[in-house]
């Protein structure tokens, strides 16, 4: 594996379009960052019109990668390392060493608590940058429960989830 001192990747969780723009302006004027679009397949849509609106170069396309596994995020962010070592593995892949995280500014530190648990685990510098979403707060019992959850699974590979919950659909 190569050692985390690489380019940046900007990872949007992008169930809001709210969150893709906020990582857009973050990304475009980044020259070698890569963009990671994680949603399900009718959030990619919108993720792909909005960045089509935007109208990169092609260089700048050909450093978009997308993501659609996990069903919460923790699933999301356990399923993105499992990408970026894959990833940093492949001959040519992108050497990816940090990741900038974007989400809703009511989420970010409960997604920041488990992204830094699973993904600094692996040796990756870990930000984020909040999207303005206008969102609820969230409950902060739930970032230490997913906390605990991102160890266990880095511990495991199981993140407490019953088996039945835990497919893909």
């Not at 990872?11 to 475009?28: G, K």
């Not at 009718?42 to 792909?48: E, F, L, V």
């Not at 399923?79 to 974007?102: F, N």
Request: charged share 20%.
């Amino acid at each position: 594996m190569r050692p985390a001192g690489g380019v940046s990747a900007v990872v949007v969780l992008a169930e809001d379009p709210r969150r893709t723009e906020a990582a857009l302006d973050r990304w475009l004027p980044m020259t070698q960052a890569w963009l990671v679009v994680h949603t399900g397949p009718p959030g990619q849509q919108a993720s792909q019109a909005q960045l089509t609106a935007r109208a990169p170069s092609p260089q700048a396309l050909s450093r978009v990668e997308r993501l659609t596994c996990g069903r919460d995020t923790l699933g999301q962010i356990t399923c993105l390392a499992v990408a970026l070592r894959r990833w940093r593995q492949t001959p040519g892949g992108p050497a990816i060493g940090s990741v900038i995280l974007v989400t809703g500014q009511e989420h970010l530190s409960r997604a920041l608590a488990i992204a830094q648990v699973v993904l600094g685990g692996q040796g990756l510098a870990v930000t984020g940058f909040p999207a303005d979403t206008k969102g609820v707060p969230e409950d902060p019992l739930r970032k230490q429960r997913d906390r605990l959850r991102a160890q266990l699974w880095r511990a495991t590979g199981w993140d407490g989830r019953p088996s039945f919950l835990s497919s893909e659909g």
